[in-house]
């Protein structure tokens, strides 16, 4: 038996790893399951759980990597942000004190049109470097119009689990040039995406339609989008009902709120994913119910764009599938989970003075089974248990942060924990991020880009 505790564990050649003596917390649709127990990862799927103190000498053999948690260390499935611009992390802290359609017309759009393969590139190891440290194993993305494949090519590469697709924008007021296309051509230039990375990489990879929102879309392209998504059952992601400014103008135009002139044109499905979702006109809550739309939460960029507070309390009562996002860098700062994690819960505790509303096991819920229901993804990914694909995250919980967590675990994660916390990160089997260390593939990408840019 080997014992190694680096990132040699990242070789392409398939490894044993024994996640030995942790705690477990597994989230489930009611309640929580903790205990304590030891992993066995095999072929990048949990093979075998081995539930308190059971003996696990029989696996004990070979070429088997052995990380001790000492039950200071406790696993949860690997956090899911369902709403995430890998593309704008170059952009961070540029783009500040603005409301969504000024920084939208005066910072993002002229930034997105200058992107090139070589910059998009290192925004997105950036972006990668910052989530699977703070424990993201799988992320839905909205691209910009052009060098989506550059993205899809580097997540296949580092074996992050991905799904996203090039923002299609073929009718907006106020876009640079370079983000312009057609109507034909943003179709095609998806479908020919979808066509070659969509189940790629072993699972890994998946492609969303992504129309950016109502006021950068025909309806043309709106009405056939839907359509493609039922024909090819395609995640349809998209933003909505985001800021009181862009209500406003979408009801002086159609007549509508931005969910029913949505309906009204025949662009809701069943496969939509919405993000934001903070300012709904009456009635449009039973769209919500009569299409199961997914609704993605992005508290700490409502917060820093004077959107508001999304009702998540009410989604969750409606029983929504309700994910959570960082949004993009220039509107956040952070790509950090965990200040959703806890913003969320706070939030709507502090707008109903109710401290029961929106629990901490709510807010887990909303990165694991939740993200997995999502992104399509809830039979591979979410829970942990046998025969599921090993994406997980090892949290080292012996902090002053977290002192305490055997009392209740979840609470420590969403109120105490951050991102020091984060002990590994770990993608159908295969650590991206290990003690301090990323893995071998995701620092030779950041120096080539870093090179490419620096020339």
């Known amino acids: ?56 000498k029989e696996v004990e053999t070979g070429e088997v990597d052995v990380l001790a948690g000492r039950f200071k260390r406790m696993v949860f499935p690997g956090f899911i942000q369902a709403h995430i611009h890998f593309c704008q992390t170059l952009h961070r802290n540029m783009a500040e004190e603005m409301p ?62 991905y799904t996203g697709g090039k923002a299609m924008m073929d009718q907006c007021e106020g876009a640079p040039e370079g983000l312009a296309e057609t109507t034909d051509d943003s179709i095609k230039q998806s479908m020919e995406l979808y066509e070659k990375f969509h189940g790629n990489a072993g699972g890994l990879l998946h492609y969303a339609l992504a129309p950016r929102f109502v006021l950068s879309c025909s309806t043309r392209l709106l009405q056939e989008v839907r359509q493609l ?132 096991e709510d807010a887990l819920r909303m990165v694991s089974i939740n993200g997995a229901k999502i992104t399509r993804q809830d039979q591979q990914v979410g829970r942990i248990e046998e025969n599921m694909d090993a994406d997980l995250v090892l949290l080292d919980m012996d902090t002053p942060q977290t002192y305490n967590f055997e009392k209740n675990p979840a609470a420590a994660v969403v109120y105490g924990a951050d991102a020091r916390n984060v002990y590994g990160t770990m993608v159908k089997g295969k650590f991206l991020y290990l003690d301090g260390k990323f893995s071998k593939e995701i620092e030779e990408l950041e120096k080539y880009y870093n090179s490419t840019t620096s020339s």
């Open 1 to 56: 038996m080997t014992t190694r505790q680096s990132m040699e564990t990242n070789s392409n050649k398939p490894r044993q790893t024994v996640l030995k003596d942790f705690y477990v917390l597994n989230p489930g649709e009611t309640g929580f399951d903790f205990y304590k127990a030891s992993l066995l990862i095999k072929n990048g799927q949990i093979e075998k759980i081995y539930r308190n103190g059971e003996d696990i």
């Open 100 to 161: 969504l359609i000024n920084w939208l017309k005066k910072e993002i759009w002229p930034y997105e049109a200058a992107l090139t393969p070589e910059t998009i590139g290192q925004s997105v190891i950036m972006s990668l470097k910052e989530v699977v440290s703070s424990g993201v194993t799988s992320v839905l993305d909205m691209g910009t119009v052009y060098q989506q494949e550059v993205i899809f090519q580097l997540m296949k590469e580092v074996g992050f689990r």
């Open 229 to 360: 998504s039922d024909e090819k059952n395609i995640i349809l992601h998209t933003h909505a009902a985001e800021h009181p400014e862009e209500v406003r103008f979408i009801k002086e135009t159609t007549g509508c709120g931005n969910i029913a002139y949505l309906d009204k044109i025949g662009a809701l499905n069943h496969n939509c994913v919405i993000a934001h979702m903070v300012h709904l006109e009456p009635g449009e809550k039973e769209l919500v119910k009569k299409y199961n739309l997914s609704v993605v939460h992005c508290p700490t960029t409502n917060l820093k764009l004077g959107s508001g507070v999304a009702p998540i309390a009410e989604y969750i009562k409606d029983n929504v599938w309700v994910g959570l996002g960082s949004d993009g860098a220039p509107c956040n700062n952070s790509l950090s989970i965990f200040n959703e994690l806890k913003l969320a819960p706070l939030l709507q505790k502090g707008i109903t003075n109710d401290p029961i509303l929106v629990s901490a």
